[in-house]
């Protein structure tokens, strides 16, 4: 019995036009890739910018064309606001959001390294209590693996991650209920990755980032360890140079479409960076925020006596920066204020 090979449908480009075009540009609008008004149902050079823009953003290697194929196609239809089934290209929050209160122009956030081979139950419990008590809005949470079920228990927050990105969902963002948490993204860094200390592996770090309360992108990133700087240059293990410089320049790439693409909204980039906000040189942190206009906050003292744990912003103002306890990491929780410049809508 012969049975008709499955056919593709053909691929979307500049100058089609139809319904399939019109449902592409809608998903695109919705999540923020295509200026409101824009869809009408003919593929243009806005909507393969558009297209080549939520390629960088979703995992897409090398240098990703402006056309839609099945792979885009099936990614479009399971990116979605809140989901629970993670894709490379999809968040994985637990829990719900309202979005019914007042869009606060405040939010209280923080920066904390979990630390790798601790008890779940005892870091659910210290961020647990540490959250309600100072009533923060959301954290940036690096080396989370193997915590990510434990996070998701947090009384009235949840977690959004990647867990099937290069690293598993190594950093991602711990979110109270009632803000609404839109355009998840993972921001994955290339080079291979490298071998620990243990012998084990390493994948290639990612970031994750999330629009809060519908004016605040928030990024939580971790570089690579066990990079330094000499003569403006980074030295280091060769695998762990190449995963920093390639993340950098994706942390870049998406901070610079981020700011131009979406000019009302606000960027907040932060996490453990391992340098200080003080390294020069093309790739490290201070690298990508002068060039993405970006203002570094640091300063405060975590890790032993470093100030590695630090957030980076533009178009939003950020205040009340402190070090707090170490809640059983070998890092200090970084707690601060957001606060949206008045005027701003």
């Given amino acids: 019995m012969r049975t008709a090979p499955h056919r593709q449908r053909p691929l979307l480009h500049v100058g089609s036009t139809g319904s399939r075009v019109q449902k592409v540009e809608e998903r695109l609008e919705s999540l923020g890739y295509l200026k409101k008004g824009a869809a009408d149902d003919r593929f243009d050079a806005g909507t393969a ?25 099936r990614s479009l239809r399971h990116t979605t606001a809140s989901t629970s089934a993670p894709t490379t290209a999809q968040a994985s929050p637990t829990g719900g959001s309202g979005g019914k209160n007042k869009t606060p122009s405040t939010l209280k956030g923080a920066t904390y390294n979990v630390e790798r081979d601790r008890n779940p139950k005892q870091v659910q419990k210290f961020l647990g209590d540490f959250v309600k008590k100072h009533k923060l809005d959301f954290v940036q949470v690096q080396e989370i693996n193997g915590y990510h079920k434990a996070l998701e228990k947090i009384p009235g927050y949840h977690l959004v991650t990647f867990p099937n990105s290069k ?26 990755g490298w071998t620990t200390v243990r012998g084990g592996h390493a994948p290639p770090r990612a970031a ?27 030295v ?16 870049l790439a998406f901070a610079q479409r981020q700011l131009k693409n979406h000019p009302d909204q606000a960027l907040l980039i932060g ?22 206009g970006m203002t570094t906050h640091g300063g405060v003292k975590t ?22 306890p170490t809640l059983g990491s070998d ?15």
């Avoid at 690293?167 to 291979?192: F, N, P, Y």
């Avoid at 280091?236 to 942390?251: A, D, F, N, Q």
């Avoid at 890092?331 to 809508?345: A, D, E, M, Q």
Wanted: hydrophobic share 30%.
């Fill in 236 to 251: 280091g293990p060769e695998h762990r140079v190449s995963t920093y410089k390639s993340l950098s320049e994706k942390l």
């Fill in 208 to 234: 994750t980032a999330v629009q809060l309360a519908g004016w605040l992108e928030v990024v939580s990133a971790h570089q690579p360890p066990s990079v330094d700087w000499k003569n403006g240059n980074p």
């Fill in 167 to 192: 690293d598993h969902g190594e950093s991602g963002i711990l979110v109270k209920d009632d803000l609404l948490a839109k355009h998840a993204t993972s921001i994955q860094g290339e080079g291979g």
């Fill in 303 to 324: 890790h032993g006596n470093a100030s590695i744990d630090y957030e980076m912003s533009a178009g939003c103002q950020v205040s009340n920066v402190k070090a707090g």
């Fill in 271 to 292: 996490g453990d960076w391992n340098e200080g906000a003080s390294t020069k040189g093309k790739w490290s942190p201070n690298w990508i925020a002068q060039q993405a």
């Fill in 331 to 345: 890092h200090n929780i970084v707690t601060f204020t957001v606060s949206r410049p008045k005027g701003k809508r």
């Fill in 49 to 73: 910018k558009a297209v080549v823009d939520y390629k960088r953003d979703h995992g897409w290697k090398g240098e990703p064309q402006g056309v839609v194929g099945e792979r885009m196609a």
